[in-house]
């Protein structure tokens, strides 16, 4: 069973999260001398009412919110990792592949995360939602490399350290899968041939 623990975010995980962005406010607060910063406010605002949406299980009302924060601060890592934990929610039964799935969207602002976020957390959380969306499309190579890149980040991730061996265990089965019908098609090939052989052996018998 793949372990999905912090693939999106869990209750816990957004209390984590929501705590970074109070503690974020309030030294931009005191660094601004106390002065009111009315954007920011706001983009904390649209996080935290996102929240509370995505722990209810409206996920696309959490996602319009997210995308409210973003309006006010389209560089805030807390809002594009919330935003991509609410499309992961909605993918549903879309297969994993198509244009339409917003796991496609997920994965791109998941990428973009782990390559430029300074928050080791979302870093961490974004390697490990790229390992679960390359699982479910069965890229076990890909899944592999991003969970291993989130144990580099945190090496007590048991999740990832789970979901890694499954992975692992995946790609060997799915090579021997390929083994196996590599040699089917020999000697099916081979048949083939002989079935060929022997038709014009026999063609030739006759003339």
């Known amino acids: ?59 696309s009302d959490a996602e319009v919110l997210y995308k409210k924060a973003l309006e006010q601060n389209g560089m805030s890592d807390i809002a594009n990792f919330n935003k991509a934990s609410a499309l992961m929610k909605q993918s549903g039964n879309t297969p994993a592949d198509s244009p339409n799935n917003p796991l496609v969207v997920a994965d791109s602002i998941f990428n973009a995360l782990s390559q430029s976020s300074n928050n080791t957390q979302i870093k961490e959380s974004s390697y490990y939602n790229l390992g679960n969306i390359a699982f479910d499309k069965q890229d076990y190579q890909k899944s592999i490399s991003m969970y291993k890149h989130a144990l580099r980040i945190n090496p007590n991730n048991d999740d990832a350290r789970d979901n890694l061996r499954l992975a692992q265990l995946k790609l060997k089965e799915q090579q021997n899968n390929k083994d196996k019908n590599k040699d089917k098609n020999k000697d099916q090939d081979k048949q083939d041939n002989k079935d060929k052989q022997q038709n014009k052996d026999n063609q030739e018998n006759q003339d």
Request: glycine share 4%.
């Open 1 to 59: 069973m793949l372990y999905y623990a912090k693939s999106t975010f869990s209750a816990n995980k957004i209390m984590q999260i929501r705590q970074f962005a109070t503690i974020l406010i309030m030294l931009i607060s005191a660094i601004n001398c106390y002065a009111e910063d009315t954007s920011t406010k706001k983009e904390r605002n649209f996080i935290k009412d996102g929240n509370e949406k995505y722990e209810s299980g409206n996920y």
